[in-house]
Nanobody, 116 residues
């Protein structure tokens, strides 16, 4: 099975930047599709960005132009660069890996807090 560990969260002022990392390990040769989700208190978990093994990326409308998802296949790591952060970006951010058989793995989450 695949294990995911997120890091890079923290407290930042509005307009600031953070870079989240999602490191995959375990039973995989190379990372497949990786998504970043976020969940604010009392709200559902929403998809933020996606990176496929073929190099495609997709973003939620709320983060387009501010967030960038990227990957380092040699390190089995996916990043989420977050710029121009807003208070409404405050949430726990999770990464999710989907392997070629459709098996899903989640990380434990990392807290991002944006102060106004």
């Amino acid at each position: 099975q695949v294990q995911l560990v997120e890091s890079g969260g923290g407290l930042v002022q509005a307009g600031g930047s953070l870079r989240l990392s999602c490191a995959a390990s375990g039973r995989l040769f190379r990372i497949n599709t990786v998504d970043w989700y976020r969940q604010a208190p009392g709200k559902q978990r929403d998809l933020v960005a996606t990176s496929t093994s073929g190099g495609s990326t997709n973003y939620a409308d709320s983060v387009k132009g501010r967030f960038t998802i990227s990957r380092d296949n040699a390190k089995n790591t996916v990043y989420l660069q977050m710029n121009s952060l807003k208070p409404e970006d405050t949430a726990v951010y999770y990464c999710r890996h989907s392997d070629v058989w459709g098996i899903i793995a989640w990380g434990q989450g990392t807290q991002v807090t944006v102060s106004s």
